[in-house]
């Protein structure tokens, strides 16, 4: 992987970076300003002291919202960036280390190949770049990339590295550029994620000494021989005759495009030996080395893998109450897509994370698929520099037996559990969602737990959204539930967990039942019993009951 001033025009599949943001000057210049600075810190940490303070993927993605945010705003005064200003070493390189284009996906890759012929494609290994120096066969000096003019001498710490070789079979002179990566065994990109490779070499590189154990894990690609034969395919094989085997190993010919997606797929989710984020192409033939410059050139382009995680802007905290009562912030962030999947979305989990997190609109958090499916929050990246507080619910507010109507305050609960009682795990009411009670609700229709027990034809015509067929399906829906059975009737309404409770009788016979009685008939521990006892005492839920009662529902 080559350093971070080359991760300028990467691929960021992160519609929210394309637009720009409604602010006045003063707010874009504070802005700008703060988010220059922190990528300066990460910057001076990774290049200096070899520490990465934030996941390389969320730095890329950082750094393009800069790009961004400075054309968006072009009046607004700018710092040059300079990531590699810290990165800059005193040794000049014999030959610079150039950059690598990063095409923004697959149209682009398409135009790259269209004039181009004899192309290689390779893993782009996720590691720290090294020029190596061999002087009549032997390891003379071990560079750090620097600012691909000038680099760092690791040296002494290359000569700790096993899989560096010290004495070459020939007695030849050679400049060599490669990736030092870490050692993964049977390693997955598409499943495991980069998994710090990088920053964990880096770190290793900027020691003086290297335990035998670290030392062990550093391996070596080497992907380049800058003086070397023309023909890439005579490159690689005189370098496997000296001892680096892993370009053969690891480059193809391709002849288009496709050829190009399918190793790009192949290796993404094939078992490697190293982390790699995206593959390599790069022209057979290329010009001179001393014509080499520290820029992206025209004969090597990156196309990089999907990301596993996103940066994502917060738009607005949302705090949803369940069912139960239980409050989960939710956060609105502007869309991102990770694995052809577009996130508005993810959840906080509970208010003490949220609070611990102090996540505020306007914040940049990052973002993951669970099990690959399931939108994750892994952690605030950015916070933005003006930020103002937001009042949570009181959970002490919010419980099993609160918000039976959808008084203010009280709407989400009261939809949730409309939401519950229609679904399969209750009275399973066909064409009945969510949405069906929102648009109800919207209309005034809705008060109460049950008001739609009521509901007649003529009254769901004139409501906005719903026509001749579909009330009619509706109304077959809800009037079918009326025949579900008491059992289900009770957990539509919430009923706690019973245990081996028999729940087939009447609602009279289940609430002369006291808390020990529950206990002893159900197996449920003291805190379900009491639950289950004050659930059929409530004044609310009893007015639930004489309604069911009027209404002719079996058991009630």
């Excluded at 810190?41 to 990774?46: L, N």
Aim: glycine share 8%.
């Amino acid at each position: 992987m080559l350093p971070r001033l080359l991760l300028l025009t990467i691929f960021i599949p992160l519609s929210a970076q394309a637009h720009c943001p409604d602010w006045p000057a003063t707010r874009a210049d504070v802005e700008i300003a703060t988010l220059h600075q922190q990528l300066q810190r990460w910057d001076t940490s990774y290049h200096r002291d070899g520490q990465a303070l934030v996941a390389d993927e969320l730095y890329d993605q950082a750094r393009q919202r800069l790009d961004t945010l400075q054309g968006c705003f072009p009046l607004v005064p700018q710092a040059r960036a300079r990531p590699l200003a810290t990165a800059r070493g005193n040794i000049a390189h014999p030959v610079a280390h150039t950059g690598v284009e990063k095409l923004p996906g697959a149209d682009a890759v398409r135009l790259w190949l269209r004039n181009r012929r004899e192309v290689w494609v390779q893993p782009k290994i996720d590691g720290v770049a090294v020029s190596l120096i061999y002087r009549k066969g032997r390891l003379h000096q071990a560079l750090s990339r620097g600012d691909g003019l000038l680099g760092h001498d690791w040296s002494s710490v290359a000569r700790q590295i096993p899989a560096i070789p010290q004495q070459l079979p020939q007695p030849v002179d050679l400049l060599l550029q490669g990736e030092l990566y870490q050692r993964l065994e049977g390693h997955v990109q598409a499943r495991a994620g980069s998994r710090n490779a990088r920053s964990r070499v880096a770190g290793w590189m900027a020691r003086k000494h290297l335990e035998p154990d670290a030392a062990a894990q550093i391996g070596l690609f080497v992907w380049d021989w800058p003086q070397g034969p023309q023909a890439m395919d005579e490159r690689l094989e005189q370098l496997a005759k000296l001892g680096f085997t892993e370009g053969r190993e690891y480059s193809r010919r391709i002849a288009n495009f496709d050829a190009a997606r399918h190793w790009r797929e192949h290796w993404y989710r094939s078992a490697l030996p190293f982390a790699s984020d995206g593959i390599i192409l790069r022209l057979g033939r290329r010009p001179a080395a001393e014509r080499w410059q520290a820029r992206n050139p025209h004969w090597i382009a990156a196309w990089k893998y999907p990301y596993i995680q996103a940066l994502a802007n917060v738009r607005e905290v949302e705090f949803r109450v369940g069912r139960t009562g239980r409050i989960t912030p939710l956060l609105h962030i502007e869309p991102v897509t990770l694995d052809d999947r577009q996130i508005r979305r993810v959840s906080a989990g509970s208010l003490r994370r949220w609070r611990e997190l102090d996540i505020l609109p306007g914040d940049q958090v990052a973002v993951s698929l669970a099990g690959l499916t399931i939108p994750r929050l892994d952690g605030v990246v950015l916070r933005a520099p003006q930020r103002a507080p937001l009042q949570a619910p009181v959970q002490s507010d919010f419980h099993a037996l609160s918000c039976w109507q959808p008084s203010p305050g009280c709407e989400s609960q009261f939809l949730a559990r409309l939401t519950w009682l229609s679904g399969k795990q209750a009275l399973d009411l066909e064409h009945v969602g969510e949405q069906t009670w929102v648009r109800l609700m919207q209309a005034g229709r809705i008060k109460s737990l049950l008001d739609w027990l009521t509901l007649d034809q003529a009254e769901l015509v004139n409501m906005a959204g719903f026509g001749e067929r579909s009330s009619a399906r509706l109304l077959e829906s809800l009037h079918n539930a009326r025949r579900r059975p008491f059992a289900l009737w009770l957990k539509a309404l919430g009923l706690p967990p019973s245990g081996a409770a028999d729940l087939g009788g009447s609602w009279q016979a289940l609430a002369l039942k006291s808390s020990l009685d529950w206990q002893q008939e159900g197996e449920v521990g003291v805190e379900r019993a009491e639950r289950l006892a004050a659930f059929f005492r409530d004044p609310q839920v009893l007015a639930l009951r004489a309604t069911l009662n009027a209404a002719g529902v079996e058991g009630f």
